[in-house]
């Protein structure tokens, strides 16, 4: 994926950490509590493995997902935005350029 040669003020930077933070806690928190239900329902070894291998996809998709790099950093917001882990205002204070883009990108 192309990223975007943008310019991050210092102001932006911490923006975009508390941010990309607050999405990620959301989606953990999210995948927490969608686990405890899921091992609940265990009845066998079956179950488990079910289990370890939707824990093994989440974690492969999370650790693609969340890229801090600030040249890509506009495209994992909009995707955040897209699967709902990510709200508009959480961007507020950002370049509105950098909103436009984020904006546009959530929708495709």
């Not at 969608?34 to 939707?54: A, R």
């Not at 650790?63 to 950093?73: A, F, I, T």
């Amino acid at each position: 994926m192309q990223g975007l040669d943008t310019d991050w003020t210092t102001e932006e930077k911490a923006i975009a950490q508390k941010a990309f933070q607050s999405a990620y806690e959301r989606e953990i928190s999210a995948l927490v509590s969608d686990v405890k239900t899921k091992m609940h329902s265990i009845s066998g070894l079956d179950d488990l493995w079910q289990v370890h291998d939707y824990l093994s996809a989440r974690r492969h998709d999370i650790d693609g997902k969340y890229d801090y790099r600030y040249s890509v950093l506009i495209f994992v917001f909009s995707q955040l935005v897209r699967e709902g882990w990510l709200h508009l205002d959480d961007l507020d204070g950002l370049d509105p350029s950098k909103l436009k883009k984020v904006t546009a990108l959530s929708r495709m």
